[in-house]
């Protein structure tokens, strides 16, 4: 219902865009002159203000507010009961308030008219436009190392004096309100993603939706992981990632069953995995895949091995993984073989203890898996994998 000026709350409006001033007059002193378009920000409150004019020798024994939408008293309007409010009097102040401003409020035309002893009079009315905030954000699609604008855009103009704040995650980005309704950021990394949501200032309570930043990035930390099968039942695996280059060559017997697995950090996910050999300064493309199976090994099949990550952003390698394919000399017994094995993993073991070590003492840290090769070995009486 609609308040007389008795009874005007001080709660904060919101007058966005004063707009032309229009003057409505016939003959004599008739005049009523108001805004004639406002915008304002959905949830928030808008005043219209508004004075009139009359012969002097008139009373004023009438006052109201209409809607074009409604054709009728907003007193009487089951739409702005209990949001509207009449700041105005019966002599020349004809105000108007409407708090819990809604989208469905916008775009109509609300006129002054007011009723004398002897005649009565009705403004041109005021357009309001009733608008959201929304955060466009360009490109849509985001990669790392490059720019990301986002912008806090309105239906209608809010005028040159509105400033607003930006939000990461509900968290305000910065303290300081800024009149450039744009938040641009350079170099985008992936720790900038989030939701991003603007306000403007007075209006926090009123934020815009938010959209979700996403950053795209090549394939990292691509990883090379061997496992293979010995038939003495001893089993190694050796893992090597791209920033840690395997120590030493691995050396397998004939009839070895190899498999070859690549691994990677992406987003989008890796959409082609391939696997290559290299002899030489020479690779060839071994297959297309994410795993690489080798069941019965040659010598032929010695070389060295990487795999390649793709996505729509980008491509990386991994290290290559030496693998050395020999002979089985006849008379030899598993009984020295695998000891031998044993005492070439506890060297390698040694080798990337000290590697380790020296590697905390210089400050150094690897992308990578801990050790610049790791190696399990068992022995039981049938075969054995290691994953």
């Given at each position: 219902m609609f308040y007389n000026g008795d009874h005007i709350s001080l709660a904060f409006s919101l007058l966005i865009l004063p707009g032309?001033?229009?003057?409505?007059?016939?003959?004599?002193?008739?005049?009523?002159?108001?805004?004639?378009?406002?915008?304002?920000?959905?949830?928030?409150?808008?005043?219209?203000?508004?004075?009139?004019?009359?012969?002097?020798?008139?009373?004023?024994?009438?006052?109201?507010?209409?809607?074009?939408?409604?054709?009728?008293?907003?007193?009487?309007?089951?739409?702005?009961?209990?949001?509207?409010?009449?700041?105005g009097d019966k002599k020349n102040n004809c105000s108007l308030r409407i708090n819990g401003l809604r989208e469905s409020d916008s775009k109509e035309k609300y006129k002054f008219w007011f009723r004398t002893n002897s005649s009565e009079f009705s403004g041109a009315g005021v357009t309001l436009s009733v608008t959201a905030l929304r955060v466009m954000m360009?490109?849509?699609?985001?990669?790392?190392?490059r720019s990301v604008t986002l912008t806090c855009s309105t239906t209608c103009s809010l005028g040159n004096s509105t400033t607003y704040i930006?939000?990461?995650?509900?968290?305000?980005?910065?303290?300081?309100?800024?009149?450039?309704?744009?938040?641009?950021?350079?170099k985008i990394r992936v720790t900038d993603e989030g939701r991003y949501s603007c306000a403007v200032t007075g209006h926090d309570d009123h934020p815009s939706d938010f959209v979700t930043l996403s950053v795209r990035y090549a394939p990292r930390n691509t990883t090379a992981l061997l496992s293979l099968y010995i038939n003495e039942g001893t089993s190694v695996?050796?893992?090597?990632?791209?920033?840690?280059?395997?120590?030493?060559?691995?050396?397998?017997?004939?009839?070895?069953?190899?498999?070859?697995?690549?691994?990677?950090?992406?987003?989008?996910?890796?959409?082609?995995?391939?696997?290559?050999?290299?002899?030489?300064?020479?690779?060839?493309?071994?297959?297309?895949?994410?795993?690489?199976?080798?069941?019965?090994a040659k010598v032929a099949d010695s070389?060295?091995?990487?795999?390649?990550?793709?996505?729509?952003?980008?491509?990386?390698?991994?290290s290559t993984l030496p693998l050395n394919v020999y002979k089985v000399t006849t008379g030899l017994r598993?009984?020295?073989?695998?000891?031998?094995?044993?005492?070439?993993?506890?060297?390698?073991?040694f080798v990337c203890w000290w590697r380790r070590t020296?590697?905390?003492?210089?400050?150094?840290?690897?992308?990578?898996?801990?050790?610049?090769?790791?190696?399990?070995?068992?022995?039981?009486?049938?075969?054995?994998?290691?994953?």
């Open positions: 032309v001033i229009i003057s409505t007059n016939t003959a004599g002193s008739w005049n009523v002159s108001s805004p004639s378009r406002l915008c304002a920000l959905t949830g928030s409150s808008v005043t219209i203000f508004c004075t009139y004019r009359y012969p002097q020798e008139h009373t004023v024994t009438d006052v109201s507010w209409y809607s074009n939408k409604d054709n009728k008293r907003l007193t009487e309007s089951e739409r702005f009961k209990n949001r509207g409010q009449f700041l360009s490109p849509k699609t985001v990669t790392e190392g930006w939000y990461k995650n509900g968290l305000p980005v910065s303290t300081t309100h800024t009149p450039d309704n744009t938040f641009s950021i350079n695996a050796v893992i090597c990632s791209k920033d840690a280059p395997a120590l030493l060559s691995l050396s397998i017997k004939e009839h070895t069953s190899v498999t070859l697995t690549c691994s990677s950090d992406a987003k989008p996910s890796v959409r082609h995995y391939s696997w290559y050999k290299k002899i030489g300064a020479k690779s060839s493309l071994m297959v297309f895949g994410q795993n690489y199976s080798i069941t019965d070389g060295q091995y990487y795999c390649k990550a793709e996505n729509i952003v980008g491509a990386t390698e991994s598993s009984a020295v073989l695998v000891p031998a094995i044993i005492v070439v993993a506890i060297a390698v073991s020296a590697e905390r003492a210089s400050g150094v840290h690897s992308q990578g898996p801990d050790a610049t090769s790791l190696w399990h070995m068992h022995s039981s009486e049938s075969q054995s994998k290691i994953i």
